[in-house]
């Protein structure tokens, strides 16, 4: 009997001890994985997109924007639905224009010069200049010249802007 309760202190030291040894491995190595983590939610902006989804329901925050896609005879106007949500019109105009393509759009031949996958980091208006910050994806764009015109038709169409700066990875790609 005696043999029996020592094995079972000894069964539950064995254990404790190795839980200890767990949580002091798996602290550390949670405190390096943090920031990692919050580099990745703001990078694919997790909380602004449930915000949007979120409210999706509400139809006050569905606006319909006009942007400027290629086709074979040049570029046209296009419109497309878009959750506002807390975004000023600079900035829910960005993101409707780097939305895919619609089937509708599809269908008609529009296609959109800025690559899939581009998304938006910030924008700023000033002295009536549109200045764009866009992700890396934007730099694997084969014509960023043809790509740009695209953006600033789609702006000054809704924003009555005039010229555009583009900047990815903190250096200017586009000016115009």
């Known amino acids: ?45 997790f909380l602004e997109h449930y915000a949007l989804w979120k409210d999706k329901e509400s139809a006050k925050d569905v606006r319909s924007v006009k942007v400027v896609l290629s086709s074979y005879s040049g570029l046209v106007e296009s419109e497309r639905t878009i959750h506002t949500g807390y975004r000023d019109l600079l900035h829910y105009t960005l993101e409707a224009l780097l939305l895919s393509e619609t089937v509708e759009e599809k269908a008609k031949g529009f296609i959109s010069l800025i690559p899939e996958g581009t998304t938006l ?15 890396s994806q934007f730099l694997s764009c084969p014509d960023p010249v043809e790509a740009s015109e695209q953006i600033e038709k789609t702006l000054s169409l809704n924003l009555g802007t005039k010229g555009l700066v583009i900047i990815s990875e903190g250096e200017v790609v586009v000016r115009r």
């Open 1 to 45: 009997m005696e043999n029996r309760d020592n094995g079972q202190k000894s069964s539950f030291r064995y254990l404790f001890v190795l839980y200890i040894v767990l949580f002091l491995l798996a602290l550390p190595l949670s405190v390096l994985a943090i920031p990692n983590l919050k580099a990745n939610l703001e990078e694919t902006r």
């Open 121 to 135: 980091i910030g924008a700023v208006v000033r002295d009536g200049i549109p200045f764009v910050t866009l992700s």
